[in-house]
């Protein structure tokens, strides 16, 4: 099951897909030698996948759609404030918006990461006084001043 798991990550992650479609993902078949996974065992692997920490259904009830965990909460909180003291963004704000898709943030861990999961990275770091977040007009608007 690690190699499902490597694999899974290192693919979506590479194509920098959020969301696994349970029944829609080509790394289920093997044309070349005609094989493919039965609906059961994509469901372990799937399930394994969650176990370790890399995704989440996005549809619990009825399991289509894992968004795809590019990095733990844990791990991009630490991304964002290396990068926030790198850049000299420490008692500066910044946007949402320009963490997701700003020009200072190319090849970034976080780069175009989803922004439910950019959101609970931001708020481990204000849980650990390492940032305070401010409402904007937008969700994409909202600004984040690092400590």
Known sequence: MGLWRDLILKYHTELRIKTLVVHDCPLWKNP??????????????????????????????????????WRKP???????????????YINSVCTVYELHSGEDINGMSFEGADEELLRRALSILEDQGKCTIFKGDTSSEDGIKFF
């Open 32 to 69: 070349g030698i005609g094989r493919e996974l039965d609906n059961e065992s994509i469901m372990a692997v799937i399930e394994d996948f969650i176990k370790g920490g890399h995704g989440e259904w996005e549809d619990p009830d009825v399991r289509t759609r894992c968004r795809i965990l």
């Open 74 to 88: 844990e791990q991009l909180a630490s991304d964002i404030y290396d990068w926030a003291e790198a850049n000299g």
